[in-house]
């Protein structure tokens, strides 16, 4: 019987070879194709979240590491083994699925004992253990029929880990569990993983898990991976006009490029702080976060901004979007997040004018040829 263990962090595997590489798979059906030349390599002990869109391909690429699929080129080699033709069975991994995938007319223990091996006792010391491990140690002898959502999901992991796998495959394991147990069991889940250390790969389309389980995001746009980085980064630093579109919240504004370091913003001269590269009169779209633009209480606050007159004002939870309209910025339409503290010292109302400016250190330039996603 092999025991829990505790396995090397992602730092101490980010010099060793990769535990689970994707080197150049490509898959279609008909005439689509579904993944592109993928390559893809994740470290021992990893949590990677393929996020994406619905039809991106994350789901497919999942299958092909799992067997379900084979892939039309490319290989997928697991632990130095080239796994790329070999039945599921023969792979090494555990699976957890959106639905559960319970037997059920096998009570919690039999469902988590189900591919485990040798003797009986050994058996129930690794169901105890289980259990254990995921909080539920007193409903072993209850059926999938008598458990909550959250309890389900918590046994078909315990099912998955059962039998030690090198690597853990997670379809969409919270999608069909409400927001409160949702939030709670990702933090389960991922606590329970770094406990492991088993390397882990997770589909979703939930920004939120994605930015808050992982070591690392791969968003997925078009069967081709579009960004593949620390939840930081992706948020951060989006490498693509998609990735900053479709991760989290913006504002795109068009200008023009000037010479330099410069920018064009309606009337608004604007010194970035890079060079963005584009010749002198070329159209150009800024991004920039909601929470980096930047109210004041007064004129004096700042020579660099502009009177913006309050839309919409909209509570979300702990913070409050701002929506405005900035005449000198072109017309623009914008979005600023705003605390609640912020909101009263501001004593922001609709239709109320405030000066507003960006911060610069976090605005980023991407070329205009095509209009960016959602715009």
Partial sequence: MTALHVASTPADAASAAPHLLLDGVSKRFGRHAVLSELTLSVNKGEFVCLLGPSGCGKTTLLRQIAGLDAPDAGRILLNGRDITRLPPAARDYGMVFQSYALFPNLDVAGNIAYGLGGRRADKQRRVSELLALIGLDDIAEKYPAQLSGGQQQRVALARALAVSPSLLLLDE????????????????????????????????????????????????????????????????????RFVASFVGQGNWLAGRALGGQQAQLGERVLTLAQSHGLANGQPLSLFI???????HAGWSASRDADLAEVRKLELLGPIYRVGLHVPAWGGAEVQADLTHAQLAELELTPQRRVPLSLNLARLQVFAAEVAPCGA
Wanted: aromatic fraction near 2%.
């Fill in 289 to 295: 976060r909601p929470e980096d633009l930047i109210l």
């Fill in 173 to 240: 394991p919270l999608s069909a569990l409400d927001a409160r147990v949702r939030e709670h069991l990702r933090r389960e889940i991922r606590a329970l993983q770094q406990k492991l250390g088993v390397t882990t790969i997770m589909v979703t389309h939930d920004q939120e898990e994605a930015l808050t389980m992982a070591d690392r995001v791969v968003v997925m746009h078009g069967g081709r991976i579009e960004q593949c980085a620390s939840p930081h980064t992706v948020y951060r630093e989006p490498a693509s």
